[in-house]
């Protein structure tokens, strides 16, 4: 089980723990993730501002790919939905294919959709690791723990672009992944909420709102942490959750995990090896409560 | 109740016009001449003048545009003879709530009363609601259509037939239908005169005026039955009737085509000194829609039928209400290109892609908000905040510089060096353009 780890912008520079639990969870499954040098920005940030350089952007990086002739696993959601997204649109529209690669130079023929697949890194653990094996590795019971599944928005959507992988309305392949380690997971008001983050950068309130409101429905269940995917998402429930306290005069204190840090947990992994130092929202109460 | 003044230089008319309307509770002031009627409308507020259209001096064509340009509020309604029902159609085109044709009876005065006053408190209504900005064009029409305003519509088809049905407003100031009179086949109908009567849940009864002349070739049977189509939907399955015109090209003119339509909406605004909060016709390009079309994901926006479930799902909305899915589509359908490129909400999508997946039309509105971002970057509109993220784009290959510090901190974690991509993405820019794009304007 090979794949090309793309770790796009914000996980090699702010989510550090994310990678790093990562990369110790896929060596713990026997997944390779290989490191490929010339891999730029997924394009997310441009697309609004400019389809055609958000194309070639993206296609760069799928070029880099099907060159090595490796599946890529991104982390961020984001990543994943916009290479998926040129992938799929590269593959099956021949006309704009001709024209990306003759903009970006390449005189070999790529295939792109054809040729490679893009997948989160909770999508294979899901798909190709499966629960069973997930479960059969298991070295640390969780059990003691609820914890709230957070999908955010581009893990599965827009679904037209993921090949009916699971149902963005009704999602379940993170809360099996979760149960799968043992902890339960509960139900929740505005589950499917996004966190916000996409509109940080222009009002902040509007973001704060947003992820104030997930905030507040997660701790009225009692879970001991959320579990999420995205770096984009974990910096407004984690980085931002004082903030985002102080604005609303609440106080939280919910630890957020990514979720290789919680599979990394009952893999055995250490706590050190999975950077929960590196969570901003103390993670302590919630490992004692292991210990117990 | 209202204040209503009755200008006509037949002392008798304006005398049995304030026996109708007294007991009604309204307050009713008469006026001999149109002279005498802008005196008292200087000194007093009037919701409703009703004029004599003929009348030595000022006549009622001359009072209507008078009282239109001074005191756009006021509704006028026209008392006519039958020989002026031409001029009756231009006064409704300068703006008279509607007409009379004499000998009228007493209901008949008081249900067009009825219906002007109701229509004045859906419009306050609309008004109030937060002062919110371009209401009116909750009430625009389609724009293939000549209009009688506010009254009626008519259709010219492709085999030169002419279909005909009610305005969306008239309906709307009427309430609900419960039966309706229809003409037979065979018929004739003149443009003006009337073709068919309406009947309210009150039982009031609203005269229909045809907004073209000819012969009726077909009636619309399911209204028979079903009047609610006429409240449901106007200007579709509730048209009334199918005329073969007998002078389609001289009566059409008489009539306000679509997109005219809405410029004489704006008038009336612009009058009331409102130019801010409705935008000025000059500003309205109805290639914008095409425009958008063209863009990669733009190409759904004209099958929105404006059932608003992308709004009902928006989380942004829910929090901010300046940023509000359904109306961007109306605003771009209409043409409203400058408003909306220059608008700050069209920054304010989180591209949780809710909309998207729920649009039974498969509008993706996601698509669609970034298509339109996309053009109001080429018009120069770009937000301060996308342009640092591309900049630095452009400089690093990524959002976040990775520099020595930082492999030093990833190596302290037993994590690999990550390379520094300078020049990548830069590259890109300026083959696709954008660098010239950006360079232009800074």
Not at chain 1, 138 to 156: F, V
Request: include cysteine; aromatic fraction near 8%.
């Amino acid at each position: 089980m090979e794949y090309a780890l793309f770790l796009g912008c914000t996980v090699p520079a702010r989510a550090r723990n994310y990678e790093l639990s990562t990369r110790r969870v896929a060596e713990a499954l026997g997944i390779e993730l290989v490191d490929l040098d010339g891999f730029v920005c997924c394009g997310f940030p441009i697309k609004s501002v400019h389809y055609e350089s958000f194309l070639l952007t993206a296609a760069k990086n799928l070029i880099l790919a099907e060159e090595k002739g490796l599946d890529i696993c991104a982390l961020c959601s984001a990543c994943t939905s916009m290479l998926t997204e040129v992938n799929k649109e590269l593959g099956e529209n021949n006309e704009l294919r001709e024209k990306v690669l003759k903009k970006l130079g390449v005189k070999k023929k790529f295939r792109f959709k054809h040729a490679i697949r893009v997948k989160h890194f909770a999508r294979l653990l899901y798909e190709d690791v499966g629960i069973d094996k997930i479960k059969s590795k298991l070295q640390k019971d969780l059990s003691p723990l609820k914890i709230a599944a957070h999908y955010g928005c581009h893990y599965l959507k827009p679904s037209d672009i993921y090949d009916n992988f699971d149902d963005p309305e009704h999602p379940k392949s993170l809360d099996e992944l979760i149960e799968a380690t043992g902890a339960a997971t509960v139900n929740y008001e505005n589950k499917n909420l996004c966190c916000g983050a996409g509109t940080l950068a222009f009002d902040e309130n509007i973001a704060f709102s947003m992820s104030g409101k997930k905030l507040s429905s997660i701790k009225d269940t009692g879970a001991d942490a959320i579990s999420l995917i995205c770096p984009f998402c974990s910096v407004m429930y984690d980085n931002n959750q004082p903030s985002i306290e102080s604005k609303f005069n609440k106080r939280y204190n919910l630890p957020v995990l990514y979720y290789p840090q919680l599979l990394g947990l009952a893999l055995g992994i250490s706590e050190k090896e999975l950077g929960f130092n590196m969570n901003r929202v103390k993670v302590t109460s919630l490992l004692e409560k292991l210990k117990q | 109740m209202a204040s209503i003044l009755i200008v006509d230089d037949e002392k008798v008319v304006c005398k049995s016009c304030e026996r109708i309307l007294k007991p009604e509770g309204h307050n009713v002031d008469s006026a001999l001449s149109g002279e005498e009627a802008l005196d008292k409308i200087e000194k007093k507020k009037y919701e409703v003048v009703i004029t004599d259209l003929k009348m030595p001096g000022i006549d009622g064509m001359k009072l209507l545009n008078i009282v239109k340009e001074k005191y756009e509020k006021v509704d006028v309604i026209m008392i006519t003879g039958y020989a002026s029902i031409d001029t009756s159609v231009e006064a409704m085109k300068l703006g008279a709530f509607d007409y009379v044709p004499k000998p009228f009876t007493p209901e008949e005065l008081r249900n067009v009363i009825e219906r002007a006053l109701e229509r004045r408190r859906l419009l306050e209504e609309e008004r109030d609601k937060a002062r919110r900005t371009y209401v009116r064009f909750e009430y625009t029409m389609p724009d293939n259509l000549y209009y009688l305003p506010e009254h009626a519509w008519a259709k010219l088809e492709q085999d030169g037939n002419v279909i005909a049905g009610i305005d969306d407003l008239f309906q709307k100031s009427v309430g609900k239908i419960i039966n309706i009179k229809l003409p037979d086949v065979g018929d004739s109908v003149e443009q003006g005169k009337l073709c068919s009567e309406i009947e309210d849940v009150s039982r009031r009864i609203h005269k229909l005026w045809s907004p073209i002349s000819g012969e009726i070739i077909e009636i619309n049977d399911k209204l028979g039955s079903d009047p609610s189509l006429l409240n449901s939907d106007p200007y579709g399955q509730g048209w009334i009737i199918r005329v073969a015109p007998s002078e389609p090209e001289g009566e059409l003119k008489n009539l306000i085509y679509g997109e005219a339509l809405i410029k004489w909406w704006l008038r009336r605004e612009i009058i009331e000194k409102k130019e801010d909060k409705y935008l000025q016709v000059s500003a309205l390009d109805p290639g914008f829609k095409y425009e958008i079309a063209e863009q990669p994901g733009g190409e759904n926006i004209k099958v929105c039928f404006g059932c608003g479930v992308c709004t009902a799902s928006c989380p942004v909305r829910e929090i901010d209400d300046t940023y509000n899915p359904r109306k961007i589509i109306r605003m771009a359908l209409l043409g409203m290109r400058d408003a909306v490129l220059k608008s700050a909400f069209i920054w304010l999508c989180s591209t949780c892609y809710t909309c998207t997946e729920r649009c039974p039309q498969g509008v993706k509105f996601t698509d669609v908000i970034n298509a339109i971002k996309n053009i109001a970057v080429k018009e120069g509109y770009i937000h301060p905040a996308l342009r640092m993220q591309a900049e630095l784009l452009e400089k690093e290959g990524r959002l976040y510089e990775i520099g020595d510090f930082d492999n030093k901190r990833r190596e302290k974690i037993n994590l690999p060096k990550v390379h520094s991509e300078k020049n990548a993405i830069s590259e890109i820019f300026k083959v696709s353009g954008f660098k010239e794009i950006m360079e232009k304007e800074a």
